[in-house]
């Protein structure tokens, strides 16, 4: 049906309006917190008929690719049947309804551990979780059961939980893709603007409390735990040189190099290396057979700043490590500031065993970190963003992707559904 999906698979025209739809979905369920929606969510879109129909088509190449499914046009024909149900102030079609979008085929649909098929469900999944979040929108609004308020609370965490698992393997589709030049919002994780106001959704505290845990567990924060891993130019990519002087921005192509910030052996020189990503795991904080926890040691580190967030401009210390009573933390000494692929300092043990603050007399220990935003991204650093590092007074010329440990968009084991029992 789709002979030209190649062009719906890549390209920042077909990520930016994927962003856009969801942002506008969400935007609308929000909205509707006090007032249940009324209307079509489709039609409701402020979206031209032409980029309607390339969001159709965008998701169904997705889903063509990697999960054979008819979603979509359930989606939409489900959204019609709960305007017409609400118009006719009809509850037990609208019950029906509920039943239909929680059947065991239905959910299986949405429900999955397989990078691939998250790739393919995420484009539309927004949209999927908002129409079943409206159904119970508008039982509530006829008549005003709390078992339809828990519920809905119950599945408003299930999807906050799933949109976040799915964003990271749908966005590595993106960049991954040779020569994709990614939309900026592409690279947006989604708890920094598109869920930004579920915590306000639910019709419980223990919900709301609960969902901005998950929404505050994407930041990074002061004693983070986290991994850098290298992003190049294309036309770097196999070049006996290095990028430096190169500098990356929004919308050139990005690849990921498959090589990590290491600092393996405390007080050892820094390099590169390829774990985890040549183990395939499903975290980079995979659980290993070392005595600290995760498989690729070398790799982990731990982020501190004055405030309690990470936040874009801030000026950092990156421990590495303790031993025989010191701290190990990533230095620039030698490079002046630099940081690059082939330019990597040793560990120092300034500025001491543990971190207090941020000291003038560890300049090279001192790291400065610059994200990269866009028109509606917070200052905080966020799982998965693009960041830039360099000593305080060096030249950030570099490209990395921060891996934030316990994040839930690092989770991709199952999520289960809630209960279906009433």
């Not at 994200?371 to 966020?382: A, E, H, N, P, R």
């Amino acid at each position: 049906m789709y002979n030209d999906c190649d062009g719906w698979q890549s390209g920042s025209e077909s990520s930016k309006l994927v962003f856009t739809v969801a942002l506008r979905i969400s935007d609308i369920l929000t909205s509707s917190i006090t007032n249940p929606l009324s209307s079509v969510l489709w039609l409701a879109l402020d979206l031209s008929n032409q980029e309607k129909t390339n969001y159709e088509k965008i998701v169904n190449c997705y889903l063509r690719k990697y999960h054979s499914s008819k979603m979509f046009s359930t989606y939409r024909l489900h959204d019609e049947e709960i305007t017409d149900a609400a118009a006719n102030f009809d509850t037990l079609e609208l019950e029906n309804i509920r039943k239909r979008m929680e059947s065991a085929n239905n959910m299986a649909e949405v429900m999955t551990e397989d990078s691939s098929i998250k790739a393919a469900i995420y484009p539309g999944l927004m949209y999927w979780a908002v129409v079943h979040l409206r159904v119970y929108k508008q039982l509530i609004n006829l008549n005003g059961s709390y078992k339809y308020k828990l519920k809905f609370d119950e599945w408003t965490i299930f999807y906050t939980k799933l949109l976040l698992r799915y964003w990271r393997p749908y966005r590595d589709v993106l960049i991954r893709a040779n020569h994709y030049e990614t939309s900026e919002d592409a690279i947006q994780n989604p708890a920094e603007r598109l869920l930004s106001r579920w915590p306000d959704l639910p019709y419980t505290t223990k919900a709301r409390n609960e969902i901005s845990t998950i929404i505050e567990s994407c930041k990074v924060k002061k004693g983070s735990r986290v991994m850098f891993t290298f992003l190049i130019r294309e036309y770097c990519r196999y070049s006996r040189y290095n990028c430096y002087g190169q500098k990356l921005y929004p919308g050139v192509s990005k690849v990921f190099s498959g090589v990590w910030l290491s600092c393996w052996g405390s007080g050892s020189s820094c390099n590169t290396r390829t774990c985890p990503s040549q183990y395939g795991y499903s975290s980079p904080f995979h659980y290993g057979s070392f005595s600290h926890g995760i498989e690729c040691r070398g790799e982990a580190f731990w982020i501190y700043s004055n405030s309690a967030q990470i936040i874009d401009g801030a000026t950092v210390n990156i421990k590495y490590s303790e031993k025989n009573g010191k701290g190990y933390w990533f230095s620039t000494y030698w490079f002046r500031g630099r940081i690059d692929i082939n330019s990597l300092d040793k560990t120092r043990t300034c500025p001491g065993r543990q971190f207090t603050h941020i000291k003038s007399n560890c300049e090279s220990e001192n790291i400065r970190i610059t994200k990269m935003k866009t028109s509606s991204s917070q200052d905080v650093v966020y799982d998965g963003n693009f960041i830039s590092m360099c000593g305080v007074k060096g030249s950030c010329h570099n490209l990395f992707e921060i891996y934030s440990d316990n994040s839930e968009t690092q989770k991709g084991d199952w999520v289960s559904k809630p209960s279906i029992r009433y």
